[in-house]
């Protein structure tokens, strides 16, 4: 991608390009991981978590959303910057530096939690569909038809800029939260303030919050994808605002979800149990134009997220067998990675048009095992990071390695908390 940059050059007769210009376009050449993969951590499990939260804690645990947002800048920044240096990804990297079997069981602890979350993707979908009169059996055959149809029959190239446009539909949710007329005054204090009752349901919910935003997919797959879209170390800080602009943007849209459901349904104590429900209560409160941009934007996001999880377990499942994964590969070229991709997609679709299945049995112990997941995750990067063998002069250095510390402590905590009150 740093391919760009040879523009600067000025050919004899040609009007001369500006530095502004130059690195504008060099910006958009390497754009795409970060934006990417943070939007895709607002998925229908991630507007569900932020829409119970404002319902039923207003503003008061804003400042979760704030720490976890921090959160995932850091450790995208270093996926990122991982995939980049060792052009590896995650797990590939695991079963190298920890061995096989460290491997494997992250392999497929997260090829189970990505199922699930892929069956809440299409939970969304159906959800939404249904907001608007059309019946599950319709909008999921659909939307994974539409998905695998992207994936499977596009170039990277076009594939990104169909990621890009689907992204547009989240100034929904910030259209909805004017709507819906905040207190600002409240809003900033539960950003700035830290404060929350130490309650079973406060814990899960702070737990899935920061597990939902720093969501163990996300970092597997901005890793791979930066490897798949053939960055180089020239291209590492240009990447570092496509990351830092994509992780703003996540904290962003969950914000005014949260603000959303705060100055509606918690000012009028009307609880919810996932996002279609709160679309469905904002209609009397704040207007139809806003229960319908909610609607929305919850389609859009399953769609994105619908097409990223996926290639999240396909680029997993790959590195770990060694076999190619790239997008501009075809199905001859990289079977594996195509084929794992249409697998994910058809069970989880299958899993959503089973009457009777238990939907919300599945995103429960899905979240809980995402929550579980991310911790060794974060150890694991934490380890490479670290490792001058395999980063050289990208190796973390020791205030970072502190911060995070913090934060990997901060996230075991959360779950010794959230599974002491599992099993009490």
């Given at each position: 991608?740093?391919?760009?940059?040879?523009?600067?050059?000025?050919?004899?007769?040609?009007?001369?390009?500006?530095?502004?210009?130059?690195?504008?376009?060099?910006?958009?050449?390497?754009?795409?991981?970060?934006?990417?993969?943070?939007?895709?951590?607002?998925?229908?499990?991630?507007?569900?978590?932020?829409?119970?939260?404002?319902?039923?804690?207003?503003?008061?645990?804003?400042?979760?959303?704030?720490?976890?947002?921090?959160?995932?800048?850091?450790?995208?920044?270093?996926?990122?910057?991982?995939?980049?240096?060792?052009?590896?990804?995650?797990i590939g990297l695991?079963?190298?530096?920890?061995?096989?079997?460290?491997?494997?069981?992250?392999?497929?602890?997260?090829?189970?939690?990505?199922?699930?979350?892929?069956?809440?993707?299409?939970?969304?979908?159906?959800?939404?569909?249904?907001?608007?009169?059309?019946?599950?059996?319709?909008?999921?055959?659909?939307?994974?038809?539409?998905?695998?149809?992207?994936?499977?029959?596009?170039?990277?190239?076009?594939?990104?800029?169909?990621?890009?446009?689907?992204?547009?539909?989240?100034?929904?949710?910030?259209?909805?939260?004017?709507?819906?007329?905040?207190?600002?005054?409240?809003?900033?204090?539960?950003?700035?303030?830290?404060?929350?009752?130490?309650?079973?349901?406060?814990?899960?919910?702070?737990?899935?919050?920061?597990?939902?935003?720093?969501?163990?997919?996300?970092?597997?797959?901005?890793?791979?994808?930066?490897?798949?879209?053939?960055?180089?170390?020239?291209?590492?800080?240009?990447?570092?605002?496509?990351?830092?602009?994509?992780?703003?943007?996540?904290?962003?849209?969950?914000?005014?979800?949260?603000?959303?459901?705060?100055?509606?349904?918690?000012?009028?104590?009307?609880?919810?149990?996932?996002?279609?429900?709160?679309?469905?209560?904002?209609?009397?409160?704040?207007?139809?134009?806003?229960?319908?941009?909610?609607?929305?934007?919850?389609?859009?996001?399953?769609?994105?997220?619908?097409?990223?999880?996926?290639?999240?377990?396909?680029?997993?499942?790959?590195?770990?067998?060694?076999?190619?994964?790239?997008?501009?590969?075809?199905?001859?070229?990289?079977?594996?990675?195509?084929?794992?991709?249409?697998?994910?997609?058809?069970?989880?679709?299958?899993?959503?048009?089973?009457?009777?299945?238990?939907?919300?049995?599945?995103?429960?112990?899905?979240?809980?095992?995402?929550?579980?997941?991310?911790?060794?995750?974060?150890?694991?990067?934490?380890?490479?990071?670290?490792?001058?063998r395999l980063m050289?002069?990208?190796?973390?250095?020791?205030?970072?390695?502190i911060i995070y510390?913090?934060?990997?402590?901060?996230?075991?905590?959360?779950?010794?908390?959230?599974?002491?009150?599992?099993?009490?």
């Amino acid at each position: 991608m740093s391919e760009v940059k040879k523009t600067a050059t000025k050919r004899p007769g040609t009007p001369a390009i500006s530095p502004r210009k130059i690195r504008l376009a060099a910006l958009l050449s390497v754009m795409g991981p970060g934006v990417i993969a943070g939007l895709s951590d607002d998925d229908p499990a991630g507007i569900t978590t932020y829409s119970v939260l404002g319902a039923k804690y207003g503003y008061q645990m804003l400042w979760v959303l704030v720490a976890s947002t921090v959160a995932l800048i850091l450790f995208q920044d270093l996926g990122a910057r991982i995939g980049v240096v060792t052009r590896q990804g995650l797990i590939g990297l695991v079963r190298q530096k920890y061995g096989a079997r460290s491997g494997v069981l992250s392999a497929v602890a997260l090829i189970l939690a990505n199922i699930g979350t892929m069956t809440a993707e299409f939970a969304g979908i159906a959800a939404a569909g249904q907001l608007f009169g059309y019946s599950r059996y319709v909008t999921v055959p659909v939307a994974a038809l539409l998905v695998s149809f992207l994936v499977l029959r596009g170039s990277f190239t076009r594939v990104e800029k169909v990621f890009f446009l689907l992204s547009a539909v989240f100034l929904s949710y910030v259209i909805a939260g004017f709507l819906s007329h905040p207190d600002w005054g409240k809003a900033f204090h539960g950003m700035v303030v830290p404060s929350m009752p130490f309650t079973r349901d406060a814990v899960f919910i702070a737990t899935a919050t920061l597990g939902t935003t720093l969501a163990p997919w996300g970092l597997a797959f901005i890793q791979s994808y930066a490897v798949d879209k053939r960055l180089t170390r020239d291209d590492l800080k240009l990447l570092r605002v496509d990351v830092w602009t994509g992780s703003m943007l996540t904290g962003i849209i969950g914000f005014f979800v949260i603000i959303t459901c705060a100055a509606t349904l918690n000012k009028q104590h009307i609880s919810i149990q996932d996002a279609s429900d709160a679309a469905a209560a904002l209609k009397p409160l704040a207007g139809t134009l806003a229960k319908d941009l909610f609607a929305i934007g919850l389609i859009g996001a399953a769609l994105l997220a619908a097409s990223i999880l996926p290639l999240s377990t396909a680029y997993s499942v790959s590195d770990l067998t060694g076999r190619p994964a790239a997008l501009d590969d075809g199905p001859r070229e990289a079977p594996l990675f195509y084929g794992t991709f249409a697998a994910i997609t058809v069970l989880s679709a299958v899993l959503i048009l089973i009457p009777g299945a238990p939907l919300i049995t599945i995103l429960v112990l899905t979240q809980i095992l995402n929550a579980v997941l991310l911790l060794p995750l974060l150890l694991y990067m934490f380890g490479i990071s670290r490792d001058k063998r395999l980063m050289g002069e990208y190796v973390s250095s020791k205030t970072m390695r502190i911060i995070y510390g913090v934060i990997i402590a901060v996230v075991f905590v959360c779950v010794a908390c959230m599974l002491w009150f599992t099993v009490h």
